[in-house]
């Protein structure tokens, strides 16, 4: 009978790999067509592999907790001729037991120009360790400690707190591979894929020379508003819509600098952090200084939900402009968030603390619930004043959230 292969499938356009979670197969199982066999994370979402043809499970290539590229074979289903006919997939003609005869089903896949690969593991492309404090630093890194660099997937930042023997502290192979034999016996966990996002993320915005402005925000008169709405949208709605009518308003200081030119926003898409498990998730509301607030209360809610889940869309996270997150939650009163690469502004929410806010209307000092509102900023396309500026209006739009 035929034999078609399990492939692991192209799960968004940035997705290059992905991780195999839970194997939902055995040997022997009978498998029906569009079902979900096998469970895999990216670094954006867990998704299932579905089986593209009914028929019985007769290799599984693979092993759960590793990581397997786009087009690996993860598995062989046998077929009947009429089940391959109706669905149009290729078939392996030769039986993969032996290693001669996977050769040869190899070379006659490739020839059908399926994309066969073949099935092996491959390393998480960053490998963050852990390193000690150390006086000296990398600074010129030689030919000879790349190419090795390279072959374990290490970046500058990983060993920048070697102390270097080479000259003028310069961090020498053997100082690598000393560092390496120490840490051996510390202990340690396996990153996982949106660990690995999040930490390649930073270091590419870190590129930049970031700044962080803040000033306080007196929440009483949005949490009053939040109290008579039956919606009952969360604190970082509202900064978020105040967040896009501001950029609306001025679009420049949302603008993202490409050579010698300043890219404009073409609509007002904000994004917000969602805190999931070992990473933060960053759906985007699309035009959100279109929508009111109570307009965007079932569509933020949806994206938070779909978030949390890990089960989010490609789409749904894509060209944001901008994005807010509410460290507040964590009970912080001040932070200084890092824009994502792709954006120019991160706006961050603290923890509301009552204090003492004096009245010139009534000439006392009276109660308030205060937070602190921190803009951090790419500082090549904005300057502190018009960052300044920027939560200024944010703050005044927010006084009157009936507004929104």
């Known amino acids: 009978m035929p034999k078609v292969p399990i492939l692991m499938p192209q799960l968004g356009e940035s997705i290059a790999e992905a991780t195999i979670i839970r194997l939902n197969i055995a040997l022997g199982d009978h498998v029906e067509r569009d079902q979900e066999i096998i469970e895999v994370e990216t670094n954006k979402a867990v998704m299932d592999v579905t089986s593209l043809c009914a028929g019985e499970v007769v290799e599984i290539l693979v092993e759960e907790e590793q990581s397997y590229a786009v087009g690996t074979v993860l598995g062989v289903l046998e077929v009947?001729?009429?089940?391959?006919?109706?669905?149009?997939?290729?078939?392996?003609?030769?039986?993969?037991?032996?290693q001669e005869s996977e050769e040869d089903a190899t070379l006659h896949f490739k020839a059908e120009g399926a994309g066969y690969r073949e099935p092996k593991t491959i390393e998480p492309n960053i490998k963050g360790l852990p390193v000690p404090a150390g006086k000296g630093g990398a600074h010129y890194i030689s030919p000879r400690m790349r190419a090795r660099m390279?072959?374990?997937?290490?970046?500058?930042?990983?060993?920048?707190a070697i102390s270097g023997s080479g000259g003028g502290g310069r961090v020498t192979v053997e100082d690598l591979e000393k560092f390496l034999e120490e840490i051996k016996s510390w202990p340690s966990t396996k990153a996982s894929p949106i660990r690995l996002a999040v930490a390649d993320a930073m270091r590419r915005s870190w590129t930049r020379p970031l700044a962080t402005v803040g000033r306080p925000l007196?929440?009483?008169?949005?949490?009053?508003?939040?109290?008579?709405?039956?919606s009952k949208p969360g604190p970082a709605?509202?900064?978020?819509?105040?967040?896009?009518?501001?950029?609306?308003?001025?679009?420049?200081?949302?603008?993202?600098?490409?050579?010698?030119?300043v890219v404009h926003p073409r609509s007002f898409d904000i994004g917000v952090a969602v805190q999931v498990e070992d990473g933060v998730l960053v759906p985007v509301i699309r035009n959100a200084d279109s929508k009111s607030l109570c307009e965007m209360v079932d569509e933020y809610d949806e994206l938070v939900r779909l978030a949390r889940a890990r089960q989010l869309p490609e789409a749904a996270t894509k060209h944001g402009i901008a994005t807010v997150t509410n460290f507040g939650t964590f009970g912080l009163t001040w932070g200084t968030p890092i824009p994502l690469p792709n954006e120019t502004l991160i706006l961050g929410l603290s923890a509301g603390v009552k204090r003492p806010v004096w009245s010139e209307d009534t000439?006392?000092?009276?109660?308030?619930?205060?937070?602190?509102?921190?803009?951090?900023?790419?500082?090549r396309v904005v300057d502190g004043g018009g960052a300044g500026m920027l939560l200024n209006r944010i703050s005044e739009l927010l006084q009157k959230p009936q507004d929104l």
């Open 150 to 160: 390279t072959e374990l997937g290490l970046r500058a930042a990983d060993i920048s």
């Open 80 to 98: 009947s001729q009429d089940e391959l006919d109706s669905t149009g997939e290729v078939s392996i003609d030769a039986p993969l037991k032996s």
């Open 218 to 230: 007196v929440m009483d008169n949005i949490l009053n508003h939040r109290k008579g709405l039956a």
């Open 363 to 379: 000439g006392t000092f009276i109660p308030v619930i205060q937070a602190e509102i921190d803009l951090t900023f790419d500082h």
């Open 237 to 261: 709605l509202y900064i978020l819509r105040a967040l896009a009518l501001a950029l609306a308003e001025n679009p420049t200081t949302a603008g993202y600098l490409i050579g010698e030119s």
